[in-house]
Each structure stands twice: as C-alpha cells, then as structure tokens.
C-alpha cells in the first residue's frame, strides 16, 4: 500500500507555509481568499490526501473553511501534542518551513482522523464563550484591585468593573441569542441541560469546547477534558495517578455542576461516600465523579436521552471502579 501524501500548514496570522511528507522544502501562501485557492490548487497537484494544520486561534478557519469546501481532508491538531512531537523528532531549529515539514511527517506517521469543521453557528458560540471567559478574568482582576485600591483611584476602578460586568451580562444574552438560533444547536443545549447543574451557560460551553461529545468513548472524553488518570510508575517508585493536560477551562467550569450533582443525585452521591469511605481525598472524589459524569453526558449525546432517562436519572446505574 503506498505511503499517502500529506501536506503541514504552518498558519500565521498574514501567510501560510507548507510542506510535503515527500519533500525538504517549503512554500507560502498568502493567508487570504486568493492565498487558499493557490494552496488548494497546489495540493490537488502534489497529489496531497491530507492537511494537517494546528489550532491557532481563529487564523486557521479561513483555510480550513476552504479546504473542506474544495474536498480535501484537514486534521487540526492540538498545538501542545504537535509541539512535543516535534520536540522528539530532535529538531532544534524552528522556522516556519521546518514546522511545516514536521506536520506533514506526524501525518504520515500518526495518520490521524479528519477533524470535521464546526458549523457557523458552533463557531459562533465558541467566540462568545471565549470573549465572556476573558471578561470574566478582568472582573476578577479588577475587583482584587479595588479591594486593595487608594480611595484616589476606587472610584474610576468601580467605573471600570461595572463596565466589565454590563459586557459579560450583554455577552451572555447574545450567548442565549445564538444558541436559539440554530435549531440542532438548541436542541443540544436544551439536553444538556436536564443533567442536574448544568445551566445554560455550561450546555453552551460543552457544545462549543467539546464537539466530540457523543462521537468518542467515555475514556476519550475524559482524557480530552483532562479528568483521565495517569499511572506515575517507575522501578520501585510507585506515585499516586494524577490528572493534566485536557481542556482546562471546561474542566474548570464542570467543576461546580459535578459539586452540584454529588449533593443532589443519590447515585452520584453515595459513590462520593464510597470513594470518601475508602481515604479519597475531597478533591480525588469530585474529579472521579466528574469522569463518570462526563461518561453519562457522552452516553446522553450519542444515544439522543435526556439525563432522566438514563440509567443514572432512572436510579439503575451500576456502581462502577473509579
């Protein structure tokens, strides 16, 4: 079977560089509307089956968009993993060529899926959680400020946090707004939501920073929010498992829904027992829960149930190990 060709696009904010798993050497493309019909037309003539680009903010979209549209399959990959793949490759030097051709070379050697393009809508729910998340940050700046502010400067420091607080309360109701809009998108939020504790902000957050809810295994799913343990052995050191990397803000915003669920649902709540009774600490629990939370989420999507009929809201879920 012959080795596929795969492009790497190594996005920046004004030019696109890339490369072939075939060749040493790199070209750039303008990253604009002329730039990604000469980079699609290049691609269809190297024979190229797959494009493999990182996740850059919002400068990959455009390609992305284009690329789909003219047929040709796009992998987006987590910038950290690419990074240390790269890393291991023992490439020292970085420039955007050489960034490019090791893209394409992780195509080859890791093959990964295509990463199917959110939908407009998807795309604009993840902007307005994304910009509510950064106000939420500068009202928390600024209120530690005031507290420990000189009375000269409390008053334009006030000014400032009630101006953050109307952009995040405006922010939530366009959030809202959104999410009516798109019928599947709403139809998803709204199902989300009969899990206990998750309002409308955290199902919004979910569709937009988790799509592959319901497409992956309850394992995937926790290992892409970062809740999956990972054994710390070595020789005769034998460390506790801990939990990292993942999406660390969505892991951050279902920590108060899973607090929630443990004090209101009986199954979640004496599996919290157990995992106290036998030494967990408060925090190993919750993060426990979190998984198994996340795996009913993952089941409710796929299957197309709401949380009350699942075997958890029927009372019939089986205890399962941590």
């Not at 190297?46 to 680009?53: A, D, Y």
């Not at 952009?167 to 939020?189: F, G, N, P, S, Y």
Request: proline share 5%; hydrophobic share 45%; glycine share 8%.
């Amino acid at each position: 079977m012959a080795t596929p060709i795969v492009a790497g696009i190594d996005v920046g904010k004004s030019t696109l560089v890339a490369a072939l798993s075939t060749s040493t050497r790199s070209r750039s493309f303008p990253n604009a509307e002329a730039g990604w019909q000469r980079l699609i037309t290049w691609v269809r003539e190297q024979q190229g089956t797959l494009v493999i680009m990182e996740a850059t903010g919002r400068y990959h979209l455009g390609i992305w968009e284009a690329l789909e549209g003219a047929g040709i399959a796009v992998a987006v990959g987590n910038p950290q993993q690419l990074h240390y793949w790269i890393k291991s490759q023992g490439q020292r030097a970085k420039t955007d060529g050489l960034d490019a051709m090791q893209l394409a070379r992780y195509g080859v050697a890791r093959q990964p899926k295509p990463t199917p393009l959110p939908s407009k809508p998807k795309r604009t729910i993840a902007a307005l959680v994304d910009r509510r998340q950064q106000l939420i940050k500068d009202q928390t700046r600024l209120g530690n400020q005031l507290e420990l502010a000189d009375a000269a400067v409390v008053d334009d420091l006030a000014d400032q946090l009630a101006d953050v607080q109307r952009r995040i309360r405006a922010m939530e109701a366009k959030l809202e707004t959104a999410t009516a809009a798109d019928a599947e998108t709403d139809q998803r939020v709204r199902q989300l939501q009969t899990a206990p504790g998750v309002a409308h902000l955290t199902a919004a957050r979910l569709v937009a920073d988790l799509p592959e809810l319901g497409q992956v295994s309850g394992k995937q799913i926790a290992a892409l929010v970062g809740v999956a343990p990972f054994d710390r052995q070595s020789g005769r050191v034998n460390g506790p498992a801990r939990i990292g990397g993942g999406r660390a803000t969505l892991r951050h915003a279902l920590y108060p829904p899973i607090v929630t669920t443990i004090r209101c649902d009986p199954t979640f709540a004496a599996f919290y027992a157990r995992l106290r009774a036998k030494g967990k600490s408060v925090n190993q629990a919750r993060i426990a829960c979190l998984r198994r939370f996340l795996g009913v989420l993952n089941a409710m999507v796929r299957l197309g149930l709401t949380w009350a009929e699942t075997k958890v809201g029927q009372r019939q879920f089986l205890p399962l190990a941590a």
